[in-house]
């Protein structure tokens, strides 16, 4: 078969060891040839590509980022007949399948396409951890283990100067990142979008764990809104899909905190850092069999479906399992973290 393949939306460690994996197997097991578009769905729409023969894949799977690039283009901006669009590329180049590497908007594109008629089947990725049917994507890992690097050296720091550190970590409208993170690093306080703390709760346990000779570390996701908030505490622009660009939520937080403690309180936002560099050996060998397993869906022609960890096996589920399902922290998670506040 000749398949195509590519990566789209935010790029995340493992997006290499996915490509490694699926051309290798590809071309082992059943002969395949690869190409691989550039930029995510824009290389489809611009035919702009490259061919992804086994040399060029080598040592792949400890590399971060994408060798082909990524971006959030959507075949169906501005509706566009997407589908004419992408069905008219692969008929050209004679392309079998799409395999489509991404998160949440890129799944729902490939299911679009899927129910137009084309051959997709999704791997799903996403630093944040919050795509549903699936227990674990890659990059997930290694972002938390970027996250807990940096939040034991703030934690140095700020044990220096009796200060109060807060530290925002990446996840959208979910605390995966912040509770994992947040819990690896002994954070005295975690807000996550999930369950939203008031002011004076943060304020009581940055107080409490003050008042014990500790330097308070608060760690806040990036989609954390304080349910006191007052009007306006945080504005974000909008991309281009509407949603919000998060940032800033730490750099409010801390004067208030300070301002509320008496506390002294610095801000850090993590950012970008968290989605780059090697990814993990657990993000590697997850990614790998993902990659593996897309292969051998694609040549079961099981279609509109996308691989999936459950437990420790991998599984495939339908696209629409995946898309518009966000995977919540839950209230047990959430309980077991409360306990270790303060
Ligand atoms: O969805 C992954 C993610 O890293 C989010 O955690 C973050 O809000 C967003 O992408 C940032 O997107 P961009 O790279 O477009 O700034």
Not at 115 to 122: M, S, T, W, Y
Request: charged share 25%.
């Amino acid at each position: 078969m000749k398949i195509g393949i590519l990566t789209s939306g935010g790029d995340c460690p493992g997006l290499n060891a996915v490509i490694r994996a699926a051309v290798l197997t590809g071309d082992k097991l059943y002969e395949d040839e690869f190409i691989g578009y550039r930029d995510g769905w824009r290389g489809v729409i611009d035919d702009d590509w490259m061919t992804l023969p086994r040399r060029r894949i080598r040592g792949l799977s400890r590399v971060g980022g994408t060798i082909l690039g990524t971006s959030r283009s959507n075949p169906f901006h501005d509706g566009e007949d997407g589908a004419a669009m992408v069905r008219r590329q692969m008929e050209e180049h004679e392309i079998d399948a799409i395999i489509a590497i991404g998160g949440d908007g890129t799944l729902y594109t490939a299911n679009r396409l899927f129910e137009a008629g084309i051959p997709v089947v999704g791997v799903p990725k996403t630093v944040d951890n919050d795509l549903g049917a699936t227990d674990y994507t890659f990059g997930f890992d290694t972002a938390v283990q970027i996250a807990t690097d940096s939040l034991d050296r703030l934690r140095i720091t700020g044990d220096s100067h009796h200060r109060c550190m807060v530290a925002e970590v990446m996840g959208r409208s979910v605390g995966w990142i912040a509770l994992h993170s947040g819990m690896a690093a002994g954070a005295h306080v975690i807000c996550i979008p999930e369950f939203p703390l008031t002011i004076d709760e943060i304020c009581e346990q940055v107080r409490s764990a003050y008042d014990r000779g500790r330097a308070p570390l608060v760690v806040v996701a990036e989609g954390f809104v304080p349910k006191d908030a007052p009007e306006g505490f945080m504005d974000y622009e909008l991309d281009e899909f509407g949603r919000p660009r998060f940032g800033g939520v730490a750099e409010a937080l801390a004067p208030v905190i300070e301002q509320r403690t008496g506390v002294e309180s610095r801000a850090t936002v993590l950012g970008h850092i968290q989605r780059g560099g090697e990814p993990s050996a657990y993000d590697r060998v997850l990614a790998t069999r993902l990659g593996s397993a897309a292969v051998r869906l694609v040549h079961r022609r099981d279609f509109g479906r996308m691989v999936a960890l459950e437990g420790t096996d991998i599984v495939d589920v339908p696209l629409t399992d995946a898309i518009g399902n966000p995977k919540k922290v839950s209230e047990a998670r959430w309980e077991e973290a409360l306990t270790l506040f303060g």
